[in-house]
């Protein structure tokens, strides 16, 4: 009986950590979009680092890179909108039921999941994404992103790192 209590009660922490790394993800990711369309015009540009770091506003009706942008509007919200919230609730209730995954993974799941989200509550309830961040590191630039694909990359990151260093791992051996 200790045991399963036990069971429960780790998977109940567990679970708690994932909805708290979601929130996070999700409330920063809003939070600055919310400051960004009060604040800052539609293309208005700011240098936060002299040709490095720009923050320019760009609603972004397509999506990475404006892919889709000119796609009809009722196939634009299948690809863009209903696919993206099925694909999101599978993962998240997979997250949250399957027991056996890494803490690494979950958090990668988690942020790559936060991410997501905060894109789709801004196509539903604008039909676009607000995009704000420019990055110039001279050997690359990226294009006009938010903190929303921070968090999706970030995870995305963490995915292959550690599939990386897994793959590395049972060469070795």
Known sequence: MLKILSMNTNRLLRN????????SNISCDQISKIMVRKN????EQIEVIENHLTLMRVENTGAFLSLGDSLPY???????????????GFGLVFILKKNNIPMISLLAFSFVIGGGIGNILDRIRY????????????IFQTGIFNMA?????????IILFTAFRRTAYNVSN
């Open 127 to 138: 039909g676009s994404v607000t995009d704000f961040l420019h990055l110039d590191l001279i």
């Open 74 to 88: 009722y196939l634009k919200s299948i690809i863009l909108v209903l696919f993206p919230v099925f694909a999101l």
């Open 40 to 43: 800052i015009h539609p293309h």
């Open 149 to 157: 694909d921070v968090s999706i990359m970030t995870g995305l990151l």
């Open 16 to 23: 708690l950590c994932i909805v708290i790394l979601l929130i």
